[in-house]
């Protein structure tokens, strides 16, 4: 199972870019990088997923070096809104993989 | 549409008591988990349905049994619930194919045990 680094909080401020980085150095060939936002008193949900180079979304951009042992996740010009917590999941090829990190708690101030 | 439901939202016991977490899903899945989430632990697999009629542990199984009633319902049970598993409960759910698996999550059920 990949062992699975993020940083535990992230401050910004309303129109900056946002960049959380997530360390999975044992990344397995089949694995895919996902990424879920949560905000108090709700469930995780899904914002991007990538297995390599870049992907980007309507939310979000993530981007995934050569070596895969390693990923970052953009969030561009941030919003108060974007305050939450984010979750790095590295998985696949069974459902008992699904192990998320311990989350980035990211707080954008005015 | 309503995707991952769960009961209750909030429920308090005593220790030694038993209660069953219910969770339904309305979008076809054949995959299904229990997740606790406790401060600074992030989310911690418990028990996992990969598909309908089977169930396997997670990280976290001890002290919890599930139940797979059908391709929609995934319960959890706390036989003799401990202070130790006050914690918030998400259920989830994804379409099982494997490699890319995309998760649904319930709203969560905050469970209290004193």
Not at chain 1, 17 to 43: K, L
Not at chain 2, 53 to 79: A, C, I
Request: net charge positive; proline share 4%.
């Amino acid at each position: 199972l990949a062992k699975i680094t993020q940083p535990i909080s992230m401050d910004s401020y309303e129109g900056q870019e946002v960049n959380i980085t997530c360390s999975h150095n044992n990344i397995a060939t089949n694995d895919y990088i996902t990424w879920y936002q949560q905000f108090p008193s709700q469930g995780p949900r899904f914002i991007i997923q990538g297995y390599k180079t870049k992907v980007t979304n309507e939310v979000a951009s993530l981007f995934i070096p050569a070596d895969r042992k390693s990923s970052t996740l953009s969030l561009p010009r941030v919003s108060l809104s974007d305050t939450a917590v984010y979750y790095c999941l590295v998985a696949g090829g069974s459902q008992g993989n699904l192990i998320f990190g311990k989350g980035t708690k990211l707080s954008v101030k005015p | 549409n309503a995707g991952v439901t769960q009961t209750p939202k909030f429920q308090v016991l005593k220790t030694g008591q038993s209660m069953t977490l219910q969770c339904a899903q309305d979008m076809n899945h054949n995959s299904m988990y229990w997740y606790r989430q406790d401060p600074g632990m992030g989310l911690r697999l418990i028990y996992y349905s990969a598909s309908e009629g089977t169930t396997d542990k997670g990280e976290v199984p001890n002290g919890y049994n599930v139940s797979r009633l059908n391709k929609r319902e995934f319960s959890l049970r706390l036989e003799s619930a401990a202070p130790s598993q006050t914690s918030v409960y998400f259920c989830a759910s994804s379409s099982g194919t494997g490699f890319n698996e995309k998760l649904f999550f319930g709203s969560g059920t905050q469970l209290s045990v004193l």
